[in-house]
């Protein structure tokens, strides 16, 4: 049974995880597709205005205070129980908090609509009065989703991952749609957010849906609301919220900075560079997220060895991911902008340059954090993570006047190479026993060698044959992804380290198969256990 149960969880992981990157490619073709569309429509001004509101309400995000994984951890002990009434109990006392939190929230917005926007430096008056309808449609939007995100955690702890990456496909979709309808219409700025927003509310009604489907015996009340249920869940989160938090003034606070010294129209032009680093993190970052529930394991089991090889693999395979992925946008990022954004978007490109070589520390110590944390060490990750934040914004306000954008990015870097690649680093080695110097030749080796004979290759045929459309640097940077593959599976990994690999892609691969070949006899299961419930 346990064996059997066990199956069911890879399955259900490397179904979710793949139908996650159909979902990160979708959204990232649309993005590519869409956002030149949009700056033409609306303008540099306006475009860089919505990004400017928007990278201001994102913050209101935090007020989750890092509960998502508490409140999956819960349900699924209670529901691996078979205890439905502590599973009804703690997706309501959750509901009733996140609906708390929406209040805040919404007292938040008022702050910023009234006090902050109208005081933000290189705003006309109708530009404020814009942007405060645009802080009022998102910050709704934020408000109103919290309480919803409960039944998202509902569906994972499910494990029916599938269903919540459908409703974000669905979403995706829909709101690229809208985006096309409104702007080739004649609708502005306001119409378009209004209507984006609508349609993200909808998802999250889908989400809701989903939970029903896959727990049609959920209850939610407010009577149910349990106050120990709730300081459980916040004293396992804290720490990761604090790690949130520093995540997201590292990387989404030079907005405010650039558009306070700059203005919004050199704010759209970064909003392109950071854009495309976020693609390159998330591209780069999906397997690394999977590695935190696995490294909690062997660390609640003690299992220093296992935790060594987490942290050795993890490195490895990220490393191994975003050196490809890196040296193939960092190797055209002039062409890629310039044919993607046009001409006026030609400040992006050395900007971005430093924020990927950000997102390679990133992505690559990703193992490094989550087992220090499994280790109990939580406190090292959480203070590292505060010290750059600080560091990135000092630095980024120090040099924005004389280095501009690309100033801004370096105060992104500069700290990471002290704190996550070095301190980070050297404290996970020693967590787990091992020299730095040996950790760092076996998880960077693969990556270096192969990223060095991409790079050449790109050099190369940037040389030869300068590619003068999207299509040619689409072409040639699939040639450049190839001579990396083939470096590394030839001249990168050992033969011991492919012949593992090579493994567990065809048990991935057969899994994957398993699971398409029982869609609808799980389809036909859910809807016979709601009718009967219903019954």
Known sequence: MI????????TNLIAGTATKYLVLVVNIAV???VMPFTVRHLGQTDYGLWMLVASMTAYFQLLDLGYGNGVVRHLIAADRRGDQQE???VASTFVVVYAAIGAIACV???VMVGVVVPRFPHLSPSQVRIAQAIAAILG???AIGFPLTVFGAVTNARQAFVFNNLVALATVLASAAATYVVLSSGGGLLTLVATTTAINMAGYGGYAWTAYRVMPELRIRVSSFSPSHWRDVTSFSLYLFVINLAGQISFNLDNVVIAAFMGPAAVAVYVV??????YQR???DQFSGMLFPVAMAFGSDGNRAALRRTLVDGNRIAMTLVGGASVCLIGFSGPLILHWMGPAFAGSVAPFNVLAIAGIIVVSQAASSNVLIALGRHRIVTTIWIVEAAANLALSVVVVRRMGLVGVAAGTLVPLVFGHAVVMFAAACRAVGMSIGRCAYETMRPAVVAGSVAAVACIALRSLLPPHSTV???VEGTLVAATYLVSLMTIGFDPAIRRTYSSRLLGAGAAIASVLRGARTDGRRHRAAAGSYTN
Request: net charge positive; aromatic share 0%; hydrophobic share 50%.
């Open 3 to 10: 064996e059997r149960d066990n199956s069911q969880a890879a």
């Open 31 to 33: 993005g590519a597709l």
């Open 87 to 89: 599973v009804n109990r």
């Open 108 to 110: 938040g917005l008022g």
């Open 140 to 142: 709704a939007r934020v």
């Open 273 to 278: 560079a950071l854009r495309l680093a976020e």
């Open 282 to 284: 998330r591209l780069c």
């Open 472 to 474: 040619a640097v689409v």
